[in-house]
């Protein structure tokens, strides 16, 4: 079975602060990850993904994550939050012989300061 | 449509009365989901329709919770004899068969309380 481990329950930066959340999984085989971000009040969307190709990857919003293979990990970063980077973020996998669904991460609620 | 929509949004609920939860999807999504989502916790998968295939229902958490979808698009989850710790919100995504191509859209969610 798969699992995803978010570190980090609660994270509390000023605007400008440097972000790295990070997000371990376990699963043998071949692996799509994601990102989901939830604003306050409003429903999950798809912040980034990964599948194949280039292990760095850019999303919205000045958003990205790197897939590390050996370390089993796809930390999110972004150099400089905003106020309004304030949300909960998922990180999810979706392993290629795990019945296509997504196993999710227990999330991390971010919160920025003005 | 446009999006996932889920109805009711907000369900306040007696213990021990059923509730039935709807989504309807976008159209086209041949794959539908449903999650729920606990204060404090993470997304607990639920079920997963695909097409015509028998759904995965694997990560239903009692035979109180069932799910139907009819005609290949709209979805039905139901909870018989609802209990307090099936106060939760309840998520519904849909997507283009595997979730690597696009990701799940998810609905808003229809949050649950039962009292």
């Known amino acids: 079975a798969q699992s995803v481990s978010q570190h980090n329950h609660h994270v509390i930066l000023s605007e400008a602060a440097s972000l790295e959340l990070g997000c371990n999984y376990s699963?043998?085989?071949?692996?799509?990850l994601f990102w989901y971000v939830q604003y306050p009040g409003q429903h999950l969307q798809l912040l980034l993904k990964y599948f194949s190709g280039d292990p760095l990857v850019k999303g919205i919003k000045g958003f990205e994550a790197e897939f590390i293979k050996s370390k089993f990990s796809f930390n999110l970063r972004k150099p400089s939050v905003q106020w309004s980077d304030t949300a909960e973020y998922f990180c999810a996998v979706e392993g290629n012989n795990a019945g296509n669904m997504l196993t999710f991460g227990g999330g991390t609620r971010l919160m920025v300061k003005p | 449509g446009a999006g996932v929509s889920q109805s009711p949004s907000n369900k306040v609920t007696e213990k021990g009365k059923d509730v039935e939860l709807r989504c309807d999807p976008i159209?086209?999504?041949?794959?539908l989901y449903w999650y729920r989502q606990s204060l404090g916790q993470g997304l607990e998968f639920l079920i997963y329709?695909?097409?015509?295939?028998?759904?995965?229902k694997s990560g239903l958490p009692s035979d109180r919770f069932s799910a139907e979808r009819t005609g290949g698009s709209v979805s039905t989850l139901t909870i018989q004899r609802t209990q307090q710790e099936d106060s939760a919100v309840y998520l519904c995504?849909?997507?283009?068969?595997?979730?690597?191509?696009?990701?799940?859209?998810f609905g808003s969610g229809t949050r649950l309380t039962v009292v």
């Open positions: 995504a849909s997507s283009l068969e595997r979730a690597g191509v696009a990701g799940y859209t």
């Open positions: 159209s086209g999504h041949t794959a």
């Open positions: 699963y043998g085989g071949t692996v799509n």
């Open positions: 329709f695909q097409g015509n295939s028998a759904p995965d």
